[in-house]
């Protein structure tokens, strides 16, 4: 029997790394300000890695929707793959040259785009979407708070989020 309502639970769920980084922040502060010898310095410690967990995991929670939409998402050694009721493929993080979020499809996919295949469309609300926070995170030069900024607009249209720089000489 549990005693917290699913949609709180969910909530707390979601939210689980950006609450973790705030309960280490306010540890390291109670230790930082509180304490004299070995636990002083080491709640200046905890104060960084309180902070750094904590954006970190809010960046992450503002990523994650809802989930139980179709298909399922895996990210293996840099290769996203995309296996949905309809369509499906495999994209490799080092071979992409854009990233797109496409508003007008009911829900909102992105567009994952490689040279020599079909754009994959992956619907936000796929399972495992959550994953592709991390896998986006290292495509060079990514801007986290724009694609997330993004995510969260109201609109039906399609918006570049990324696209790879060619070094071509003119």
Known sequence: MSFVRPQARAALWRWRE?????????LGLWWALG?????????????????VLAI?????????????????VQVDERQIAYFGPL?????????????????????????LSQPGQPDLYIPLTAG???LLFDAFATLP???TERMLAQM??????????WQKHTNALH
């Open 18 to 26: 950006g609450l973790t980084g705030a309960a280490l922040l306010a």
């Open 35 to 51: 304490t004299f010898g070995m636990l002083h310095w080491l709640g200046y410690a905890l104060i960084l890695a309180g902070i």
């Open 56 to 72: 970190a995991g809010f960046q992450r929670a503002r990523f994650r929707t809802i989930q139980g939409g179709p298909g399922i």
């Open 87 to 111: 369509t499906g493929g495999v994209v490799a993080l080092g071979e992409m040259t854009r990233l797109s979020l496409d508003r007008a499809a009911h829900p909102a996919h992105w567009v």
């Open 128 to 130: 495992g979407s959550d």
């Open 141 to 143: 030069g990514i801007r």
């Open 152 to 161: 969260r607009r109201d609109s039906h249209d399609s918006i570049v989020i």
